[in-house]
């Protein structure tokens, strides 16, 4: 059974960070493409961060320079370093896994973060 859990997530105040981490297991992490995705309220979920299986990134415009996606193959973690957060971060973040970035196979279940101002 696949099965992606995020953790991580919480109140901080704008300026500050945070480390989202995503536990995979039930597939071969090694192996696939993995993101983080984010939705605010009343908008639409969008792809902040992308991880190949050969760790070449991608980031979205709006976090690039302060948030790092990484993964550690022999825990069968993804984490998504966040600093210098800012109010228009507040969103349920999600790890997602497989498939294509447009199309992902597995989903976490999401976790919130929310940045004060």
């Known amino acids: 059974q696949v099965q992606l859990l995020e953790s991580g997530g919480g109140l901080v105040q704008a300026g500050g960070s945070l480390t989202l981490s995503c536990a995979a297991s039930g597939i071969f992490f090694s192996i696939l493409d993995m993101s983080w995705y984010r939705q605010a309220p009343g908008k639409q979920r969008e792809l902040v961060a992308n991880i190949l299986n050969d760790r070449t990134t991608w980031y979205a415009d709006s976090v690039k320079g302060r948030f790092t996606i990484s993964r550690d193959i022999a825990k069968q973690t993804m984490y998504l370093q966040m600093h210098r957060l800012k109010s228009e971060d507040t969103a349920v973040y999600y790890c997602?896994?497989?498939?294509?970035?447009?199309?992902?196979?597995?989903w976490g279940q999401g976790t919130q973060v929310t940045v004060s101002s």
């Open positions: 997602a896994a497989g498939g294509t970035v447009n199309s992902r196979e597995y």
